[in-house]
């Protein structure tokens, strides 16, 4: 064969067509001239540019990659390209995810604004009364002393629920108290005392009577005032719950557990339950912290005691975990006593809180619940235990209370 270029041999090399080959083709669909004429010259351009062009080419990366990278090779990280502005921008995004530990930062800076608020909200609707009494008072004493009161105001009760729980009619503002009782806090154990209703004293501007005429003659300011010049007890605060309040704390918490010793039936209280340890709502609780009826012997001496019983029992489920962690039980026993609740001017949110978790401790090994020490059932005070009594506590000894000074009923044996 000739070496001669122009030979028809050598035709294929400048882009002429190929002759036809004899070996038969697959059917295809006909294409036209202008096509065909297209591919040739695109086939023409690319051997010319091999052939001419032997520098180096420019080919996108996807090129590069599959012209470096061996089957076997793993693929080389993604490359930035410039964008139009010049910025280098990552081929693919990553989305940005948080850390779990900022995740749970907020979570937990969210809890602790809720349960600020909840109280601080609460508090706003707390009604606030004088009771400060004039004239001269004891002096300035270690440790705090609350007195607590429960009123006999319906506030927060509907005419039905009166019927319900047997309060009578509907007042707005309470004269009576069913319940007087001093919290004293400070170095040692807290200690609850009560001071039964029918306690026999001098009442200023009154003569002698029971104590809790003081509360129907003057209020607040005088019952503060007898109590502290019959004790001797500088009062620092004031807190009074009405019957709506009690029911709503009983009810907020789930319910408390009450454990009577016999049957009790007072028709008065609307109570009739059996003896034993039992789970009660905030009605029948009400019922069995009133009731003096269904103990003649005792009376008024047990009630306070079921008293006692019912409100370290509120304390005991208000301290629950459930109550911190459930934002619902949470609520609703911050708002529980609200509709009834009544504290003396210059009381304090912080003081209420110091007042509840007082509370929360008096029955148990942390705390005391106590009664008046008292000689009879007329009731007088027994002078000499209970001055012994009250030293202790007006000097935040509360550690050193032996147990014959603080006693269920008050009485000696």
């Keep these: 064969m000739s070496?001669?270029?122009?030979?028809?041999?050598?035709?294929?090399?400048?882009?002429?067509?190929?002759?036809?080959?004899?070996?038969?083709?697959?059917?295809?669909?006909?294409?036209?001239?202008?096509?065909?004429?297209?591919?040739?010259?695109e086939e023409t351009a690319v051997l010319g540019a091999t052939k001419h062009q032997?520098?180096?080419?420019?080919?996108?990366?996807?090129?590069?990659?599959?012209?470096?990278?061996?089957?076997?090779?793993?693929?080389?990280?993604?490359?930035?390209?410039?964008?139009?502005?010049?910025?280098?921008?990552?081929?693919?995004?990553?989305?940005?995810?948080?850390?779990?530990?900022?995740?749970?930062?907020?979570?937990?800076?969210?809890?602790?604004?809720?349960?600020?608020?909840?109280?601080?909200?609460?508090?706003?609707?707390v009604d606030k009364v004088d009771a400060t009494p004039a004239g001269a008072r004891p002096a300035e004493q270690p440790g705090t002393t609350y007195l607590l009161v429960g009123s006999d105001s319906r506030k927060g009760l509907t005419a039905a629920q009166n019927r319900k729980l047997g309060t009578g009619g509907v007042s707005d503002v309470g004269q009576r108290t069913d319940t007087i009782m001093l919290l004293h806090t400070g170095d040692g154990p807290p200690v609850l005392l009560s001071i039964p209703r029918d306690s026999i004293v001098p009442i200023p501007g009154h003569g002698t009577s029971k104590i809790n005429a003081a509360f129907a003659y003057g209020g607040p300011k005088l019952l503060v005032r007898t109590l502290e010049q019959s004790t001797g007890v500088r009062i620092d605060h004031y807190v009074e719950i009405g019957f709506g309040g009690f029911v709503n704390a009983v009810?907020?918490?789930?319910?408390?557990?009450?454990?009577?010793?016999?049957?009790?039936?007072?028709?008065?209280?609307?109570?009739?339950?059996?003896?034993?340890?039992?789970?009660?709502?905030?009605?029948?609780?009400?019922?069995?912290?009133?009731?003096?009826?269904?103990?003649?012997?005792?009376?008024?001496?047990?009630?306070?005691?079921?008293?006692?019983?019912?409100?370290?029992?509120?304390?005991?489920?208000?301290?629950?975990?459930?109550?911190?962690?459930?934002?619902?039980?949470?609520?609703?026993?911050?708002?529980?006593?609200?509709?009834?609740?009544?504290v003396s001017e210059g009381t304090s949110m912080l003081d209420m809180a110091r007042f509840a978790w007082a509370m929360t401790k008096v029955n148990g090994k942390d705390g005391l619940t106590c009664s008046m020490p008292i000689r009879d059932l007329a009731v007088h005070w027994d002078r000499q235990r209970a001055l012994a009594l009250l030293r202790l506590i007006k000097t935040d000894r509360t550690a050193d209370?032996?147990?014959?000074l603080c006693r269920p009923t008050g009485l000696a044996s």
Excluded at 19 to 27: C, E, G, N, V, Y
Excluded at 81 to 95: C, L, N
Excluded at 322 to 336: E, H, K
Aim: hydrophobic share 35%; net charge positive.
């Design 54 to 125: 032997p520098g180096p080419t420019t080919s996108s990366p996807a090129q590069s990659r599959g012209a470096q990278s061996s089957p076997g090779e793993p693929t080389p990280p993604e490359r930035f390209t410039s964008s139009p502005a010049g910025t280098p921008e990552p081929q693919a995004r990553k989305r940005r995810r948080w850390p779990i530990g900022k995740i749970a930062l907020v979570l937990v800076l969210a809890w602790i604004a809720f349960l600020v608020a909840v109280p601080v909200l609460a508090w706003k609707k």
């Design 251 to 342: 009810d907020a918490v789930g319910g408390v557990t009450i454990c009577p010793t016999k049957r009790m039936v007072d028709r008065r209280a609307n109570l009739n339950i059996k003896p034993g340890c039992q789970e009660v709502n905030g009605a029948v609780a009400l019922g069995y912290a009133r009731s003096r009826h269904s103990d003649p012997a005792l009376g008024d001496i047990t009630r306070a005691k079921h008293q006692r019983e019912v409100v370290s029992a509120i304390g005991a489920e208000v301290k629950s975990p459930a109550t911190v962690l459930n934002p619902f039980r949470y609520s609703r026993v911050i708002n529980g006593a609200v509709s009834s609740l009544k």
């Design 3 to 41: 070496d001669d270029p122009k030979e028809p041999g050598f035709d294929w090399l400048y882009g002429a067509a190929q002759p036809a080959r004899k070996t038969q083709q697959p059917q295809q669909a006909p294409t036209s001239h202008r096509s065909n004429r297209a591919d040739a010259a």
């Design 401 to 404: 209370i032996p147990p014959r």
